[in-house]
Nanobody, 125 residues
Framework: QVQLVESGGGLVRTGGSLRLSCVVSGGTFSMYTMGWFRQAPGKEREFVAGISWISGRTSYADSVKGRFTISRDGAESTVYLQMNSLKPEDTAVYYC??????????????????WGQGTQVTVSS
């Protein structure tokens, strides 16, 4: 049974930083791609960043390029999302996701099979 557990969310002021973590247990032998998505109130869930576990190739949404960095630690089966220069529009529930097939780093949530419970990030102005 695959489990993804996020942590690191919280309340931060505009311009501040947070680092989200996602620990993956179970099914690690099929670790193809990890992704971070977010969902703000009244909005659809959107892609934030993704990383190919084997190659380390990354992909980012235009809205977070240059501010967010996704990385992974194979030994700890953990993926991170370092978020700098946070803005109020970054406020959302952030979800970690795992894709168990294929190559590349897709931006569609339907390409990912496993999801965490989410962690709230709130950026005050």
């Amino acid at each position: 049974q695959v489990q993804l557990v996020e942590s690191g969310g919280g309340l931060v002021r505009t311009g501040g930083s947070l680092r989200l973590s996602c620990v993956v247990s179970g099914g690690t032998f099929s670790m193809y791609t990890m992704g971070w998505f977010r969902q703000a109130p009244g909005k659809e869930r959107e892609f934030v960043a993704g990383i190919s576990w084997i190659s380390g190739r990354t992909s980012y949404a235009d809205s977070v390029k240059g501010r967010f960095t996704i990385s992974r630690d194979g030994a700890e089966s953990t993926v991170y999302l370092q978020m700098n220069s946070l803005k109020p529009e970054d406020t959302a529930v952030y979800y970690c996701s795992k894709r168990n097939r294929g190559i590349g780093v897709p931006a569609s949530e339907y390409e990912y099979e496993n999801w965490g419970q989410g962690t709230q990030v709130t950026v005050s102005s």
